[in-house]
Nanobody, 126 residues
Framework: VQLQASGGGLVQPGGSLRLSCVVS????????IGWFRQAPGKEREGVAC????????YYEDSVKGRFTISRDNAKNTMYLQMNSLKPSDTAVYYC????????????????????WGKGTQVTVSS
C-alpha cells in the first residue's frame, strides 16, 4: 500500500492550494480517509476526515469553512482543497486511509487510520 501526497508549496496568506493523494495497492471505495498536519514543535493533528459513506466528516475548528476534503474513488485519489490560507496553516500535511469509521461522543473521529503517506510541505507566508 502506498499513499503519495502532492500539491504542497509556498502560498501567500489568503491564497489557495489543492492537495492530492494517490493511493495504490488499496481501494478507497471501502475506506475512511483523512488529512493530518504537523507543524514544527507541535503534535500531529487531524485536519479533515471523511467516512466510508462520505456522509460523515470531521473538520478541525480552525479550518472549518476554509478546507474541504473529497475523494474520487474511480481514480483512487483523495483531495484537500484549502482556501483562505493563513500562516498558522503552515505544516507538513499527511494523507491517511484504511481502518474503520470511528465516533466518539456522537462525533465523527479522525482516529484509527492504517495507512499513511509521507507528507507534503505547505508554507503560508508573504
Amino acid at each position: 500500500v502506498q499513499l503519495q501526497a502532492s500539491g504542497g508549496g509556498l502560498v501567500q496568506p489568503g491564497g489557495s492550494l489543492r492537495l492530492s493523494c494517490v493511493v495504490s495497492g488499496f481501494a478507497l471505495d471501502y475506506s475512511p480517509i483523512g488529512w493530518f498536519r504537523q507543524a514544527p514543535g507541535k503534535e500531529r493533528e487531524g485536519v479533515a476526515c471523511q467516512s466510508v459513506s462520505e456522509y460523515n466528516s470531521y473538520y478541525e475548528d480552525s479550518v472549518k469553512g476554509r478546507f474541504t476534503i473529497s475523494r474520487d474513488n474511480a481514480k483512487n485519489t483523495m483531495y484537500l482543497q484549502m482556501n483562505s490560507l493563513k500562516p498558522s496553516d503552515t505544516a507538513v500535511y499527511y494523507c491517511a486511509a484504511g481502518g474503520r469509521d470511528l465516533w466518539y461522543g456522537g462525533s465523527y473521529s479522525c482516529d484509527g487510520k492504517d495507512y499513511w503517506g509521507k507528507g507534503t510541505q505547505v508554507t503560508v507566508s508573504s
